[in-house]
């Protein structure tokens, strides 16, 4: 599934939405073509590989059908390289929008989240970030990649992740300060297309965050790897007087500050932890009535 796949001839035409293929009597989108050459990818369930391609006429009647004696044969190989990365002589890199074949590029990633709301057929989406150059939207399927919003706003953002529906983009912001002057999360929402930021938490400064599927946030701050539950005021943005302290990675060992990250895990039972001042992966249980998490002492596991 999803491997590149070009189809060889003349007289394509030079409209893609004109072009129809199956592989394995499942469709694919035609991404591009040039007239002589067609470019699309290989479906899932595609199980065999039949290929067959019809092309329209200017009134979308079909006036040109080809099956292929020949079939599509795929041997899978593990291969691993640069998706999106472009460098000058001296190896340095910038942000380019655009498509992969002509130029575009990330210089890095912090970051990275698969549209959760992906179907079968769609674009297959996937969203990056750095800290220092906002969030970025690269389409695997179309091969391009635009940003969605610059560094602007906000201190530094090293993670973001989804609320449970999908509709959401929520992001920390590392601003450093240990009070709730500030907005340690930032929201954007998918009827905007995610181009906007707005304040969604004012509390210490944040590093990553987790949201459960009932709506209860965690995020981490710096001072003594402390994990807290947002508490809700009634309003967005909330500000986060009263956070609630779930736990402290000081109370495993003895630590100033840390850069802690949060999964939660799909079954929404427990979150994994990773910081860069242990050398362990931890697991935190959630107790959906209480919406508390519990750091348990068997723990942490390597």
Not at 224 to 249: H, Q, W
Request: aromatic share 12%; with cysteine.
């Amino acid at each position: 599934m999803r491997t590149r796949l070009y189809i060889e001839g003349s007289n394509f035409g030079n409209d893609p939405t004109k072009i129809h293929i199956t592989v394995g009597g499942e469709k694919t989108k035609t991404i591009g073509t040039d007239g002589k050459s067609i470019y699309c990818m290989v479906p899932s369930k595609a199980f065999d590989g039949t290929i067959n391609v019809s092309i329209d006429g200017p009134d979308g009647k079909t006036i040109a059908e080809h099956t292929f004696e020949q079939e599509f044969k795929y041997d899978p190989a593990t291969i691993v390289g640069t998706l999106l990365r472009k460098v000058d002589q001296d190896n340095n890199s910038a942000f380019q929008e655009g498509s992969f074949d002509e130029g575009a590029s990330i210089p890095s990633n912090d970051c990275m989240v698969f549209d959760p709301k992906y179907k079968e057929g769609d674009d297959r989406l996937l969203f990056s970030s750095n800290f220092y150059d906002g969030i970025h939207l690269v389409n695997l399927t179309q091969r391009t990649v635009k940003r969605l919003f610059p560094r602007t706003g906000y201190s530094t953002m090293y993670s973001f992740t989804f609320s449970a529906d999908g509709d959401t983009l929520l992001f920390t912001d590392d601003h450093g300060q240990d009070n709730t002057t500030r907005a340690n999360i930032y929201y954007s929402l998918r009827r905007e297309n995610f181009r906007r930021i707005r304040p969604y938490n004012y509390g210490k400064t944040s590093y990553s965050l987790i949201y459960m599927d009932d709506g209860t946030v965690f995020y981490t701050t710096w001072w003594e790897g402390k994990v807290y539950k947002m508490v809700r005021n009634g309003a967005i943005p909330n500000i986060d007087n009263n956070a609630e302290v779930t736990f402290s990675l000081s109370q495993i060992s003895s630590v100033d500050g840390s850069h802690t990250i949060l999964f939660r895990h799909p079954s929404n039972k427990f979150m994994y932890m990773l910081s860069d001042g242990f050398g362990a992966v931890f697991r935190a249980d959630y107790d959906p009535v209480k919406k508390h998490s519990v750091i348990l002492p068997s723990l942490p596991e390597t």
